[in-house]
């Protein structure tokens, strides 16, 4: 069982920047890809960002792409997701997930996920 807990949601203006964090309770963390997904009001959860088990490998959404960051520090069972040029639209609940296949593949589709942190919310003001 993986525990992971994100933190570092909240308002932000459009045009604006934002870091999220996600701390996975495992000793085994560098086992794992990681991935963050969002989901808005009214809409289905949504594939951000992923990250391979060793860092050196990164997807990203078309619509996240050239404007967000995903990065991991395996030392501190963490992963990181930095937003920059914010936009309303990014407005959503953002989910850290852990994929326990991580050394086989990068998932991309929520079913390839096992674990899933509480969501943080973030808010970007037009």
């Known amino acids: 069982q993986v525990r992971l807990v994100e933190s570092g949601g909240g308002l932000v203006q459009a045009g604006g920047s934002l870091g999220l964090s996600c701390a996975a309770s495992?000793?085994?963390?560098?086992?794992?890809?990681m991935g963050w997904f969002r989901q808005a009001p009214g809409k289905e959860r949504e594939f951000v960002a992923a990250?391979?088990?060793?860092?050196?490998?990164?997807y990203y959404a078309d619509s996240v792409k050239d404007r967000f960051s995903i990065s991991r520090d395996n030392a501190q069972n963490t992963v990181y997701l930095q937003m920059g040029s914010l936009k309303p639209e990014d407005t959503a609940v953002y989910y850290c997930?852990?994929?326990?296949?991580?050394?086989?593949?990068?998932?991309?589709?929520?079913?390839?996920?096992?674990?899933w942190g509480q969501g943080t919310q973030v808010t970007v003001s037009s």
């Open positions: 495992t000793r085994t963390f560098d086992h794992y890809a």
């Open positions: 990250i391979s088990w060793s860092g050196g490998n990164t």
């Open positions: 997930a852990a994929d326990s296949q991580g050394r086989r593949r990068i998932g991309i589709r929520l079913s390839e996920y096992d674990y």
